[in-house]
C-alpha cells in the first residue's frame, strides 16, 4: 500500500534539516514549526478492502508518535461503522524535529557557534544564517577562524605574509587551507577600502585582503653567449622575481616563449635572443614587462585547440607575438606523433591569424581526426634548427 510510513515522515524532516531551514530558524531565520507534514492514507474503498492493514498503519504510526502530533478524523463507514483515522501529521517545534531525525547534539553545537559569532564577530551572523550546514561543518575549527577575523580587524594593512600571523593555535597551512571561506567571511567585516576588488579569487587571496603575496617568478636563459649575465661559462638558466625581470630591460632583440621544460633547456643558441619557460594560460607575470613590447616574440606550444588558445590569450597582453613552429606543415609532417587532446577548447578565439584559425577551426571540428594533439616536444629539434634559421 502505498501510504505514508514513519520513515518518510522522517525523511520529509530530513530534508528540512539537509536545505539547512531547521538551523537557520534557530539563528532567527524563517520559521518552520509548528508545520504539517505531507500524509497519503487509505481511501474508502481501501479502508473497506484492507482493513487489517488499515489498522497496522495506524499502529505504526501512532508507536512513533512521541515526535509529532496526530490530528483524527472520524469516518463512519457503512459496513466498518465509526473508526478514527490520521487526518493530519504535524510537527510543533524544532525540539521535536531534532529529535525525530536525532541532530539535537549537532543543533546544540550550532547554536554554541552563533552564541560565540554574536560575542565575538556579530557580523557574520548573517552568513551562518544563510549556510548553517557549511557552518556546522566548521565547528571544530570555528574559534581559530573567529581569532583570524579578529586578527585581520586589527591589522588594516597587514603587508605581511600569511606564515608571519603570530596567532596561538594558527598556522599559515591552516589560513592556505581556507582561503576560499575566509574570503566570504573577510568581505562580510572589513571595510570596502581595505579590499582590493580587483584581485578576485582563491589564488589572489593575498593581493585582495592586503597580505604579501608570493613574488611571480620569471624563468629564462640567454640564447647568445655575449649577452650572458653570469661571469661563468654554466649555461645561463636564470630564474628571477617578476618585479626584478621586469627592471631588466635585457639587451635582446628577439624572445621565445615555449611551455615545454626540456625544449627550454635544448633551445639552440640564437643571437641576441632569449627563451622564457612559459607558464600555460598564466601570462600576468610578463603582461607588465614594458621592455618586452620593444623585442620580436616569438611563441612555441602545442599544436592543438589549447595550444592555439593560449597564443589568443598572449596576443591579449603582445598583440606582435608571432607563432613558431605551430602550423598545418609541422602537423601533418609529425602524423605519426600525434596524441589525443583530453578536453578541446572549442570557443572563438579572435587574435589568430588566418592560417591559425583556419588550422585552430579544423582541430576543435575534427576535420583532420578525432581531438589530433601535436605536443611540442614531439616536433624534430631539426625543425627547430630550421625554423630559427627562417626567423
Known amino acids: 500500500m502505498n501510504w505514508t510510513t514513519p520513515a518518510e515522515l522522517k525523511g520529509q ?3 528540512l534539516w539537509d536545505r539547512g531551514l531547521i538551523l ?3 539563528i532567527g531565520g524563517e520559521s518552520v514549526f509548528p508545520r504539517r507534514l505531507t500524509l497519503k492514507g487509505p481511501d474508502s474503498r481501501q479502508l473497506s478492502s484492507s482493513f487489517p492493514e ?49 541532530k539535537k547534539r549537532a543543533a546544540d553545537q550550532f547554536v554554541a557557534m552563533v552564541t560565540l559569532t554574536r560575542d565575538w564577530q556579530p557580523a557574520l551572523l548573517p552568513w551562518l544564517e544563510k549556510r ?14 573567529l581569532s583570524i577575523i579578529a586578527w585581520r580587524l586589527k591589522h588594516p594593512h597587514p603587508g605581511i605574509y600569511l606564515r608571519q600571523i603570530d596567532l596561538p593555535g594558527v598556522h599559515s597551512k591552516f589560513i592556505e587551507g581556507h ?49 650572458a649575465l653570469l661571469p661563468t661559462e654554466t649555461d645561463q638558466d636564470i630564474t628571477v622575481t617578476q618585479e626584478t625581470f621586469a627592471q631588466l630591460d635585457l639587451p635582446v632583440t628577439k624572445l621565445f616563449i615555449t611551455e615545454n621544460e626540456i ?48 597564443l589568443n590569450q598572449l596576443r591579449g597582453f603582445f598583440p606582435r607575438a608571432a607563432s613558431l613552429l605551430m602550423n598545418r606543415e609541422t602537423l601533418m609532417e609529425h602524423q605519426a606523433l600525434w596524441g589525443v587532446e583530453p578536453s578541446p577548447e572549442t570557443g572563438t ?26 605536443e611540442q616536444e614531439k616536433i624534430g629539434f631539426e625543425w627547430l634548427v630550421d625554423a630559427l634559421g627562417r626567423v
Open 13 to 15: 524532516v530530513q530534508k
Open 24 to 26: 537557520s530558524s534557530l
Open 54 to 102: 488499515v489498522r497496522d498503519w495506524i499502529a505504526r504510526l501512532s508507536s512513533t508518535a512521541k515526535q509529532y502530533r496526530i490530528v483524527w478524523r472520524s469516518v463512519n463507514h457503512r459496513i466498518l461503522g465509526a473508526n478514527e483515522l490520521p487526518a493530519e501529521i504535524w510537527i510543533d517545534s524544532a525540539d521535536d524535529a531534532l529529535s525525530l531525525i536525532g
Open 132 to 145: 548553517p550546514q557549511r557552518a556546522l561543518e566548521l565547528a571544530e575549527e570555528w574559534p581559530r577562524i
Open 179 to 227: 582561503r576560499s571561506l575566509l574570503g566570504e567571511l573577510f568581505d562580510l567585516v572589513l571595510p570596502a577600502e581595505e579590499i582590493d576588488a580587483t584581485a578576485v579569487g582563491v589564488g589572489r587571496f593575498c593581493r585582495r585582503y592586503g597580505f604579501q603575496d608570493k613574488p611571480l617568478r620569471v624563468r629564462f636563459r640567454i640564447l647568445d653567449p655575449k649577452l
Open 263 to 310: 625544449n627550454f633547456l635544448a633551445f639552440p643558441e640564437v643571437p641576441e635572443a632569449m627563451v622564457i619557460f612559459g607558464a600555460g594560460y598564466g601570462f600576468e607575470n610578463l603582461a607588465s614587462v614594458e621592455w618586452m613590447r620593444n623585442r620580436v616574440i616569438h611563441y612555441w606550444g602545442d599544436i592543438d585547440t589549447h595550444g592555439f588558445a593560449i
Open 349 to 374: 578565439l579572435t587574435r589568430l591569424t588566418s592560417q591559425e584559425s583556419r588550422l585552430y577551426d579544423q582541430l576543435r571540428r575534427d576535420e583532420l581526426g578525432h581531438q589530433i594533439r601535436l
